[in-house]
T-cell receptor
Framework: KAGVTQTPRYLIKTRGQQVTLSCSPI?????VSWYQQTPGQGLQFLFE???????NKGNFPGRFSGRQFSNSRSEMNVSTLELGDSALYLC??????????FGPGTRLTVL | GIQVEQSPPDLILQEGANSTLRCNFS?????LQWFHQNPWGQLINLFY???GTKQNGRLSATTVATERYSLLYISSSQTTDSGVYFC???????????FGTGTRLTIIP
């Protein structure tokens, strides 16, 4: 089985722009979660989608949004980028309430 | 929400040494995961261990759910074991993982 894939792997944007990150889960997994990792805050939960519905959301501003498609692929969007949004964004997939598997991440740099 | 603490924060060992990493959590959990973050940032699954002991080669893990801690053992360390180790537990009833702050392991040849 192929693992979780994320695209793109690296992104450089400037303040004020918006960005869309993509995540394809392991085949058969219907839950997709997103996490942000920064040196100062560690790994923080952004949101989780199951069957195209957002089930949980972390403490992030409304500039962070996501969605899930019928094939379980998920995208997250960050609008009006700030310098502090520079981070590694990790996506994880799981089969209902089970072990989570992570993708390689997207490293976003905001200049 | 649940709190997760890991110790020690940093560990430097000679190749061949054994190590024990600890993860404490503040509330009852129905599962726990250990990860190794590789130099490129990917979290590699090591163990999914809600309770009891599991072994995989030189690595083993024990979770004592009633006492709210888990231990990761690495024996005969190799330089490729270097990196950051995280434990993570879910919030009850959902997929959100709360991560510890990690243990940075450095193995010196």
């Amino acid at each position: 089985k192929a693992g979780v894939t994320q695209t793109p792997r690296y992104l450089i944007k400037t303040r004020g722009q918006q960005v869309t990150l993509s995540c394809s889960p392991i085949s058969g997994h219907r839950s997709v979660s997103w996490y942000q990792q920064t040196p100062g805050q560690g790994l923080q939960f952004l949101f989780e989608y199951f069957s195209e519905t957002q089930r949980n959301k972390g403490n992030f501003p409304g500039r962070f949004s996501g969605r899930q498609f019928s094939n379980s692929r998920s995208e997250m969007n960050v609008s009006t980028l700030e310098l502090g949004d520079s981070a590694l964004y990790l996506c994880a997939s799981s089969w209902y309430n089970n072990e989570q598997f992570f993708g390689p991440g997207t490293r976003l740099t905001v200049l | 929400g649940i709190q997760v603490e890991q110790s020690p924060p940093d560990l430097i060992l000679q190749e061949g040494a054994n190590s024990t990493l600890r993860c404490n959590f503040s509330d009852s959990v129905n599962n726990l995961q250990w990860f190794h973050q590789n130099p490129w940032g990917q979290l590699i699954n090591l163990f999914y261990i809600p309770s009891g002991t599991k072994q995989n080669g030189r690595l083993s893990a024990t979770t004592v759910a009633t006492e709210r801690y888990s231990l990761l053992y690495i024996s005969s360390s190799q330089t490729t074991d270097s990196g950051v180790y995280f434990c993570a537990v879910p919030n009850f009833g959902n997929e959100k993982l709360t991560f510890g702050t990690g243990t940075r392991l450095t193995i010196i040849p």
